[in-house]
């Protein structure tokens, strides 16, 4: 139910446990209790000294609502493409859907691909086999003979480790700028920024104001980053989810419930790997 949340040292959670099979996790630090349901999974996130039976009462309580939520998901997940980088399929990039394009290195496509390509648009060719056409929005995949004539799952590896690559080459320098953007706005300073892929969240912030966010978020439109940004930002001030810290979001950020929303719609497409 929280895709955003502040994250706690090691030292201060529990083991899970479980509670009627859903996976329960207390925290001496938490002080409000979250239900989620990820990937087809349920857990409970709660206080340390919440009692069993208050946690099998919320379970019954929202049993429709998990219902609902699982059913969902297990739709999102049968709707995906077996391999996501598959010629043809589309994948978002900057908010917008992007066609993916297999081309052979060796062929008349790829030279007419880099011939036509200015001093700008060759920053967009990413080593060795990946390069996105802004113009066009098209991401193109370069396969050498070799590369060709690996089996399906071993080229699903390698494209999803290049595809990485590129989303970590275009978020860091475009983060790092949101981020001092937002902090001048917020008066909130985070004490150092990290990016890397999550594969069930977009971003954290530990108690010392270090951020992480999710290199997919390059994926998304500026609107989705800035909101993420000003969310992790506000745990500084409020390390938890309650009324004061959604309050602090909506003044800094009063229409963030529509980037949040398009991330709840879109994390199936965003997160997959």
């Given at each position: 139910?929280?895709?955003?949340?502040?994250?706690?040292?090691?030292?201060?959670?529990d083991?899970a446990?479980?509670v009627?099979?859903?996976?329960?996790?207390?925290?001496?630090?938490r002080?409000?209790?979250?239900?989620?349901?990820?990937?087809?999974?349920?857990?409970?996130l709660?206080?340390?000294w919440?009692?069993?039976?208050?946690?099998?009462?919320?379970?019954?309580e929202?049993?429709?609502?998990?219902?609902?939520?699982?059913?969902?998901?297990?739709?999102?997940?049968?709707?995906?493409?077996?391999?996501?980088l598959?010629?043809?399929?589309?994948v978002f990039?900057?908010?917008?859907?992007?066609e993916?394009?297999?081309?052979?290195?060796?062929s008349?496509?790829?030279?007419?691909l880099t011939?036509?390509?200015?001093?700008?648009?060759?920053?967009n060719m990413?080593?060795?086999y990946?390069?996105f056409?802004?113009?066009?929005?098209?991401?193109?995949f370069?396969?050498?003979?070799h590369?060709?004539?690996?089996s399906?799952?071993?080229?699903?590896?390698?494209?999803?480790?290049?595809?990485?690559?590129?989303?970590?080459?275009?978020?860091?320098?475009?983060?790092?700028?949101r981020?001092q953007?937002w902090?001048?706005?917020?008066?909130?300073?985070?004490?150092?920024?990290?990016?890397r892929?999550?594969?069930?969240?977009?971003?954290?912030?530990?108690?010392r104001?270090?951020?992480?966010?999710?290199?997919?978020?390059?994926?998304?439109?500026?609107?989705?980053?800035?909101?993420?940004?000003?969310?992790?930002l506000?745990?500084?001030?409020?390390?938890n989810?309650?009324?004061d810290?959604?309050?602090?979001?909506?003044?800094?950020?009063?229409?963030?419930?529509?980037?949040?929303?398009?991330?709840?719609?879109?994390?199936?497409?965003?997160?997959?790997?």
């Amino acid at each position: 139910m929280r895709w955003l949340k502040r994250r706690s040292p090691a030292s201060h959670v529990d083991n899970a446990t479980l509670v009627d099979g859903v996976a329960v996790v207390r925290s001496a630090r938490r002080k409000t209790v979250s239900l989620q349901i990820k990937a087809g999974k349920v857990r409970v996130l709660c206080p340390s000294w919440l009692p069993t039976a208050k946690i099998r009462a919320l379970l019954r309580e929202k049993q429709s609502w998990v219902e609902e939520k699982l059913a969902h998901q297990q739709q999102q997940l049968a709707q995906l493409p077996e391999f996501w980088l598959a010629h043809g399929e589309k994948v978002f990039i900057d908010g917008k859907l992007c066609e993916i394009k297999h081309i052979e290195a060796d062929s008349t496509a790829y030279l007419d691909l880099t011939e036509r390509l200015s001093s700008q648009q060759a920053d967009n060719m990413m080593p060795p086999y990946l390069y996105f056409d802004v113009a066009d929005s098209r991401l193109f995949f370069i396969l050498t003979s070799h590369i060709r004539a690996w089996s399906e799952s071993e080229k699903q590896h390698m494209l999803s480790r290049y595809f990485d690559e590129f989303c970590q080459c275009r978020a860091m320098p475009r983060f790092a700028t949101r981020l001092q953007h937002w902090q001048q706005v917020t008066g909130l300073t985070a004490q150092s920024l990290k990016v890397r892929y999550y594969k069930s969240r977009w971003g954290s912030c530990d108690n010392r104001a270090r951020l992480t966010l999710n290199n997919r978020l390059v994926l998304a439109p500026d609107s989705v980053l800035d909101y993420v940004i000003v969310h992790e930002l506000c745990h500084i001030k409020h390390a938890n989810h309650s009324p004061d810290f959604w309050s602090l979001v909506e003044h800094f950020y009063p229409q963030f419930q529509e980037p949040r929303r398009w991330l709840r719609q879109h994390q199936a497409n965003l997160l997959q790997h």
